[in-house]
């Protein structure tokens, strides 16, 4: 963000150094005429000049509070890895050497009351810290001459409040700088974005001047594109924009192979429109296929009914011709 307020002002400044005789000469041939008895032209170099000095004067401002904040934060880093490195490499032997001779001292249970460890020794900063305090209030407070030594050992609680004292003042030392150093990035974090957004408001304000005054002045397009600073871009070598319009053309298919299935789908249901009303012709062939078969089947009981008849037409016949001989 710094970087690119500097372009800024560079681009700024250096138009104005440029170009401000050429604008003060146009200036001055456009207003004289203008003047009255008594009066004399206003030194447009040197409102230029002014406008380029307080840009001047404010990025110097911010680029002068970015150092000090960037140090700032590398104070901070290295404190932060200077309390990490005292904690793990000074305190936590010194807390596991004590807490090992108190025990070998005077016993577990006596030596548990002294240092009031009951897991394993913390390796995190925070509770170690608060172990190793609280370890430093207990072996205060006790008289060494109660304690009663195991066969062989040596009760020494003055020796061991001087080893655990030691890393833990410096790690407090430590700390009261980090919080020092805290606060102090803090207000330069304050202070960079107070002085950025001065250099804004006034680099906005001053490039409004000045682009007015040159276009006044008469200055091309091109003149007045100076005053901004110039962006390079990325050149893309061939095999880039090779590979982009490649992208692009596959995207491009794609695309239109979606636009074709999608121009597609109405002719799937024409289809299945078709696929029915076939299916509903075929159902119709059926029932109608039904109805000539139950046709078929009353005919045929129709011509058995007619058979019966016939016969029981023939039946009267037969019956005389028997009767005659009976009556002889």
Known sequence: MVTQRIRQRDALVSSIQVFSDDVATALEARFIPALRTGETIPDHRQTLRLAARSIDQACDELVELDEQHASAIS?????????????????????????????????????????????????????????????????????????????????????????????FRRLASLDHQLVEAT??????????????????????????????????????????????????????????????????????????????????????????????????AISDAKIFDASVVSASSDAKIVNASVASASSDAEAPDTTPKDAAPAAD
């Open 183 to 280: 606060e102090r990035l803090a207000s330069l974090s304050h202070e960079r974005e107070t002085a950025m957004s001065h250099f804004d408001r006034l680099y906005a304000n001053t490039l409004q001047l000045v682009t007015a005054l040159f276009r006044f002045a008469g200055l091309s397009d091109r003149v007045i594109r100076k005053l901004r600073p110039y962006v390079q871009r990325r050149r893309l070598s061939r095999e880039a924009r090779q590979k982009r319009r490649a992208r692009a053309t596959d995207a491009s298919t794609i695309s239109d192979a979606k636009v074709l299935d999608a121009s597609d789908a109405p002719a799937s249901s024409d289809a299945k429109t078709l696929d029915a009303s076939v299916a509903s």
């Open 75 to 167: 104070e901070q880093d290295h404190l932060g890895a200077e309390v990490e490195w005292t904690s793990k490499k000074e305190l936590y032997p010194q807390a596991s050497g004590v807490r090992r001779a108190i025990n070998a001292a005077v016993g577990f249970e006596t030596g548990f009351k002294l240092h009031s460890f009951s897991g394993p020794t913390p390796r995190a900063t925070a509770p170690l810290r608060q172990q190793v305090s609280e370890t430093i209030r207990r072996l205060g407070d006790v008289d060494s001459r109660l304690l009663i030594a195991r066969p062989g050992e040596i009760v020494d609680v003055d020796h061991w409040l001087e080893r655990l004292s030691e890393p």
